[in-house]
């Protein structure tokens, strides 16, 4: 029997729901297949000081070209106590992946130094065709 009111049974306002949850686990398979793929590494950066004495001469030769930022913005190459002024970064990169062509380009902030030296730093490793620069967790 049909009703003659516009009221709809219970069994029509019913929504099936079982397409949605197709969707959902789908999604949630894709994200977690992909989640297992990214892999973040990290370098530790210790300064050039301890570097020198634990590293055996053999391995001097594939150094990379560390950058320290100090909480005044001065550069500090390699741990050399002097630091270098902007105009030398680039000639000094140049010189440095002239000794060793796969050094790759690691910069050390510290946490109260700014973004615009760091980002001259990368700048001027670029214009050096340098491919790998890494940027290490501040100080």
Avoid: C, W, Y
Avoid at 90 to 115: F, M, T, W
């Amino acid at each position: 029997m049909k009703k003659i009111s516009g009221k709809k049974s219970e069994d029509d306002a019913k929504i099936d729901l079982t397409p949605m949850l197709d969707v959902v686990f789908i999604l949630l398979i894709f994200f977690v297949v992909t989640a297992t793929f990214l892999s973040e590494t990290s370098i530790s950066a210790a300064s050039s000081d301890n570097n020198e004495n634990e590293n055996p001469p053999e391995d001097q030769e594939n150094r990379n070209i560390l950058f320290e930022i100090g909480p005044n913005d001065e550069i500090i190459l390699n741990g050399n106590p002097r630091p270098i002024i902007a105009t030398q970064i680039r000639s000094n990169i140049d010189q440095l992946k002239a000794e060793n062509p796969q050094a790759s380009v690691i910069i050390q902030p510290h946490n109260d130094s700014s973004v615009a030296t760091m980002v001259m730093i990368m700048d001027a490793a670029r214009q050096a065709n340098m491919v790998n620069i890494s940027i290490v967790e501040p100080r």
